[in-house]
């Protein structure tokens, strides 16, 4: 009888220990199955070993997630951040072979960042020196290159770029490319500048020098010698005026925007181009100019007193100076439908070819150089108009024919113009 009990409870205790394992080992494998669907199916923590376990591998899946998206999203923001930067970014593999660009570089490479995905970078982009800057593996410095051909129908202008290699990853490299058209372009103008200020000074400097060796070496009776001393004044008064209009311009570039609430009238304004306008006339030695003023609205501009009158006088001489003598000048004040207003000077001179319009406010461009230097003209009085008229917010505009005489007029913003208000009457 012992014996059949002790045989009894040891089978009890086998086929409880085999229910055990079996039912432990169904827990690990639902424990599988549910980690194959991911850490969201994962039951709240359970009874036993496996539950403690599985708990444990939720928290785990769960932070793992949490990075993945975490790292996503900042992969994100960082693929944006190039994506909206001025500058263009490609990405080379190790074949140099495209992987990602923004859209800066395709515009300015001329490819398209899904077709030409995994495509050879320097069969898209066949310039010579941009071909051999990339295969020479030598990327101290950046190489200039023309746009190529499919960039330029998109912008319609020619472009050049800067394209700088980052080698990173073993044998991937990154481009960065700049625009420098602009650049190019400010140091083509500075030159520019540069020669003609040179040219401009040293041709009355050469006069001048010439008079003085004259003055220096030769007996001259007192008529030749009051005649060169007139020559030699002319001279220094053509370059004093050329560096005050100099000195204008880097006012103009350097001085912070001029107040609105500063009131001039503009009849004053007008009187004092006026007296300017017939003195010129007087002094280029012709028939006098028939100019005549109309203003049709007492009014007060508002701005640098100073720089308008730069400005309206600059255009009226302008006028005096290209319009032969005895030709009509007419000087108009209106106000406009939309409330604001315009100065116009109309002259009747020779007129002015279309192509050299857009090119009159450059510094030192002159349709007749000979005509502007006898007249005392610098080069440079649209200029100062065109900055004076930015820095007002005024538009200049500027209409003209061959034969027909030109059209110059400034027409300023509506919070720029106010009635004229009688003396001791504040705003």
């Known amino acids: 009888m012992a014996l059949f009990d002790w045989n009894f409870a040891a089978l009890g205790a086998w086929v409880g220990g085999l229910l055990w394992v079996l039912l432990d080992t169904w827990r690990a494998w639902r424990l599988l199955q549910v980690l194959r669907t991911g850490a969201a199916a994962l039951p709240a923590r359970g009874a036993g070993l496996w539950g403690e376990l599985a708990e444990r591998i939720r928290h785990q899946l769960s932070a793992r997630d949490r990075q993945a998206r975490q790292a996503e999203t900042r992969l994100?923001?960082?693929?944006?951040?190039?994506?909206?930067?001025?500058?263009?970014?490609?990405?080379l593999d190790e074949q140099g072979r495209i992987e990602w660009c923004n859209q800066t570089a395709a515009a300015q490479f001329g490819i398209d960042p899904e077709r030409d995905l995994l495509?050879?970078?320097s069969n898209l982009v066949r310039n010579p020196a941009f071909v051999a800057y990339l295969a020479s593996w030598n990327y101290?410095?950046?190489?200039?290159?023309?746009?190529?051909?499919?960039?330029?129908?998109?912008?319609?202008?020619?472009?050049?770029?800067?394209?700088?290699?980052?080698?990173?990853?073993?044998?991937?490299?990154?481009?960065?490319?700049?625009?420098?058209?602009?650049?190019?372009?400010?140091?083509?103008?500075?030159?520019?500048?540069?020669?003609?200020?040179?040219?401009?000074?040293?041709?009355?400097?050469?006069?001048?020098a010439g008079f003085v060796e004259t003055l220096q070496n030769l007996p001259l009776s007192p008529e030749e010698r009051a005649r060169y001393l007139t020559l030699m004044g002319q001279?220094?008064?053509?370059?004093?005026?050329?560096?005050?209009?100099?000195?204008?311009?880097?006012?103009?570039?350097?001085?912070?925007?001029?107040p609105a609430h500063q009131?001039?009238?503009?009849?004053?304004?007008?009187?004092h181009c006026e007296e300017e306008a017939r003195g010129l006339s007087g002094r280029l030695g012709t028939r006098p100019h028939r100019l005549s003023l109309e203003i049709d609205v007492d009014s007060e501009l508002g701005g640098a007193p100073v720089e308008l009158q730069s400005a309206m006088s600059n255009l009226l001489c302008n006028a005096v100076r290209y319009t032969p003598g005895g030709g009509a000048i007419e000087v108009r004040w209106q106000l406009l439908s939309d409330g604001r207003?315009?100065?116009?000077?109309?002259?009747s001179g020779p007129g002015i070819a279309a192509e050299h319009l857009?090119?009159?406010t450059e510094?030192?461009?002159?349709?007749?150089?000979?005509?502007?230097?006898?007249?005392?003209?610098t080069g440079l009085g649209l200029a100062i108009v065109k900055h004076v008229a930015q820095r007002h917010g005024a538009e200049l505009r500027i209409e003209s024919r061959v034969g027909e005489g030109s059209r110059f007029s400034l027409v300023f913003p509506t919070a720029r113009v106010r009635p004229r208000r009688p003396v001791g009457v504040s705003a």
Do not use: C, K
């Open 341 to 347: 207003a315009e100065y116009v000077v109309q002259d």
């Open 263 to 271: 009131w001039t009238p503009v009849r004053a304004l007008i009187a």
């Open 76 to 91: 994100a923001e960082f693929l944006a951040a190039i994506q909206a930067s001025p500058h263009g970014v490609v990405l």
């Open 358 to 360: 857009p090119r009159l």
């Open 363 to 377: 510094r030192f461009y002159r349709i007749d150089r000979s005509r502007s230097r006898e007249t005392g003209g």
């Open 235 to 258: 001279q220094s008064q053509r370059m004093e005026t050329l560096v005050n209009d100099l000195l204008t311009l880097s006012r103009l570039e350097g001085n912070a925007p001029p």
């Open 140 to 208: 101290s410095r950046d190489v200039v290159i023309d746009a190529p051909a499919s960039a330029l129908a998109r912008r319609g202008a020619p472009v050049r770029l800067s394209v700088q290699v980052h080698p990173y990853a073993g044998n991937r490299r990154m481009l960065l490319m700049r625009d420098i058209t602009a650049l190019e372009q400010a140091e083509a103008m500075r030159r520019d500048f540069v020669a003609n200020v040179s040219h401009e000074i040293r041709t009355p400097l050469t006069v001048l």
């Open 119 to 121: 495509q050879h970078l």
